[in-house]
């Protein structure tokens, strides 16, 4: 990508917020109890920390996720919003 598509909105915003959470440490108990909450059906980040709540399961772990490849999210898009659609990132 070249700086200007970079530096395009929402990407931008996107990006920054996703680079805070990128060193997080996340627990395999909280990384199993999102991958499985995805499984099941969950498909937005409000479905997510909806659910995570009862787990006891930090919404800043679901942006860990995000930012280390784990979770994927349309970067395109902004990711503050409930509606964000959210998947499992499979390996190949």
């Known amino acids: 990508m070249t700086e200007r598509e970079i530096r395009k909105e929402p990407r931008l915003s996107n990006i920054t917020k996703l680079l805070r959470y990128q060193r997080e440490i996340v627990s395999p108990a909280s990384k ?3 991958i499985n909450l995805i ?16 787990y006891g399961v930090p919404f800043s772990q679901v942006y860990a996720l995000i ?24 390996a190949s």
């Open 32 to 34: 199993q109890v999102v």
């Open 39 to 54: 499984d099941s059906g969950v498909q937005t980040l409000a479905g997510l920390f909806e659910h995570l709540k009862e």
């Open 67 to 90: 930012a280390q490849g784990i979770l994927g999210v349309d970067i395109n898009q902004p990711i503050d919003n409930d509606d964000t659609p959210v998947c499992l990132r499979r």
